[in-house]
């Protein structure tokens, strides 16, 4: 029945338009239908006896695990026909424009790639989180929105944890793009959502430098050189990538799955706040290792490509990034031990977290009545100075810290836009205490994000006397002694 | 020749039929009636016990009491190992196992054993085969524990599906275009996609007996008109059918194990 598809076809109730896609797969049309409003497209396999199995499967994993997918980062499941009879998969049209074809037009300025390579690391981090991922990462299947949002094609290489892998058994399919994948997708893995991030750091590598790291190979062993072999760093061949941008990328690109970023959070993270980017030898490398590096590196990957146990949700939700809020303008208040102490009890359950300490001070420096960009960077430097020196007692590595001092009027905004911005996984800030009239603002900014964050938020409070809250005056502490059921 | 036959009236047969596969009860009446309330709540509209109502467990009578109810409804019920050692004791089977089931024969009245002795060893309804163990020799107990034992199971099946026991893991086994099976290992609650123009073994866990260090009753449900399958873990007070082993005299590490979920 389908074999014949012309522009006007119908097939349950979806007219044909325009065939915008012909390949060795199949085909893909727009379509319409009088009671849907939203632009659809229709993806129709290639059937037949001289039509590879591979391509029948790919459509099955495609339409088992499209519907199980949702969020701003995946075109919208629309219909599936019947396997059998009438295969195809109808779909949500994603306005906007292939990555492909904005590389096609040149080479994008630092601050483009810092933006579209952000916006890839969301739509794999939510993929992740829904315990899939996608296994292709390439140019031609991320669709940039005029909003900037990018929206990941093409599932018919994904994995998704809770359906069975029906491509893992099979022995003649294309694993992925060659010059995309990732070493241990080479080797049959796929179940490592730090596969998409190797992917990602081959995206970031082609947009900055215009070339791919490992070019474009044809045989399984030009596959298996990324196992080992390390790129010619980005700087050697675009001069002017600045070392964050290069740390980023290489680390993107790191064989060992174990030496990459452990979430495409992180990678967001760094992109969106280079001067975070805690640099390493990684970012001055200006040439390629030498022959005894190679080989140490080649001696390391031969065994050591283990297949994660874990959903990759649970996976990435190993690699939390934690926000702390530190109000620096009261340094000597009592709730900052106490906040110092939980933030190292929490950091202590995950080796692989992020945390960035925040810190919120109020826009306009008039204090001396006077606003200049002087006076500006100094509050600002002061107040870094405080979030470094509340922080230094936990004694944490560069990679896993980033230091914000934010000027807003308004903190409870600003600490829940920073959070939602960087997909902060818990958010740990003081409690408000009612006596303290210095900092009634608190009583707010607690509530405020608790009741509006997106995550966890962790309250912290500085362990009481068993009788303060009867000696406390007001209502507020009677209500608490009623919740605590006390005599 | 193996007892194998082909239903041809189940009850409610028709659209949008689920069906609740359990397997390895072992005598744990408490485990068994938290599964069949999760089922009913579930929707299941049929039944299928998948051999082994009884062995290691306290209840043996009230086990076979209920599925021998659910028997006259039209429910499934095949023969598994501890079924048959009850009428013919077992040579394979060590100390521990061998005490339940001498005790399982006294306690046990005559129609009851009876019914047990009954039991087809495989029963087949269209597109589904129910076996305790491999649908390749039902009455050899061979293990259904690789890729290759799933696959010699389903193409002696012959069916798209074929539900077991016997292994106390939830395990589904589906074909690939080369005929080699692959295991994966479901997610509970989660309904997994099965069309049948692939084979699909599914080892639907054990209700009695789950050895997995989750003490939770096992089970699943399979959606015949959506062609899903879901498999389940159902809490249930594993402290009492443990306490009541004991009480019967029978083995301390029968017990435990049902403690435990080992």
Known sequence: MLERLTPGTEIDGYRLGECIHSGAMGHIFRVTRPDRFTSMIMKVPRLGRNQPAEGLISFETEATILPALSGPHVPRFVAAGDLETTPYLVTEWIEGESLDEVLKRGLLRADQIQGIGAALADALHSLHRQDAIHLDIKPDNVILKPNGVAVLIDFGLAHHARYPDLLAQEERFAAGSAPYISP????????????????????????????????????????????????????ARAAGVPPWLQEIILRCLEPHAGAR???????????????????????????????????????????????????????????????????????????????QRVTGQVLSLSAEFRLACVSVISAGPMVEGRSDAATTSGIHLEHLVRLRHWVAPLHLPPQRLALHVIMSANPADALLEFAHRNHV???????????????????????????????????VRVPGQRGDIEAAPGGASQDAAGDEGQP | ???????????????????????????????????????????????????????????????????ARYA?????????????AVEKRAGYMNDTTTEAIDWTRKVLPEDRKAFLARLPLCLRDESMCFVH?????????????????AQKSAEAAQTPYTFSGHVHDQVLYYQGTNGKMSAFRPLQGSPVSVRNHRRWLALVGSVGQPRDRNPAAAYALFDTSREQITFHRVPYDHLAAARKIRQAGLPASIAYRVEMGI
């Open chain 1, 184 to 235: 241990e997708q080479v080797l049959g893995t796929r179940s490592d959502p730090r596969s998409d991030i190797f992917a990602l750091g081959v995206v970031l590598y082609e947009m900055v430098t215009g070339k791919l790291p490992f070019g474009i190979p044809r045989t399984m062993a030009g596959m298996r050189d990324r196992l080992w072999l390390d790129p010619v760093p980005p700087r």
């Open chain 1, 261 to 339: 970023y452990q979430s495409a959070a992180h990678v967001a993270f760094d992109l969106r706040h280079p001067e975070q980017v805690a640099l390493t030898e990684r970012a001055g490398k200006s040439r390629q290792n030498g022959f005894l590096a190679q080989a140490r590196r080649w001696w390391i990957a031969r065994g050591d490509h283990s297949v994660p146990r874990r959903l990759p949700n649970v996976q990435v939700g190993a690699a939390p990034v934690i926000m702390v809020a530190v109000d620096t303008t009261h340094p000597h208040d009592e709730r900052l031990p106490a906040l």
């Open chain 1, 425 to 459: 996984d818990m958010i740990l800030l003081g409690a408000p205490r009612p006596s303290q009239h210095a900092l009634a603002w608190w009583r707010s900014v607690a509530s405020s994000v608790t009741a509006h964050a997106h995550c966890s938020v962790h309250v």
């Open chain 2, 1 to 67: 020749m193996i007892a194998s036959l082909t239903i041809k009236n189940g009850q409610n047969k028709g659209a949008g039929l689920v069906i609740a596969l359990l397997a390895d009860v072992h005598s744990n009446l408490e485990a068994l009636s938290a599964c069949l309330a999760h089922a009913n709540e579930g929707g299941a509209g049929r039944y299928a016990f998948l051999g082994d109502l009884v062995g290691y467990g306290a209840d043996p009578q009230g086990v076979v009491d209920i599925v």
């Open chain 2, 72 to 84: 006259a409804q039209g429910a499934i019920v095949v023969k598994g190992n501890h079924d048959a």
């Open chain 2, 133 to 149: 163990a491999s649908a390749a020799s039902p009455e050899r107990w061979h293990y259904v524990d690789s890729p290759a034992a």
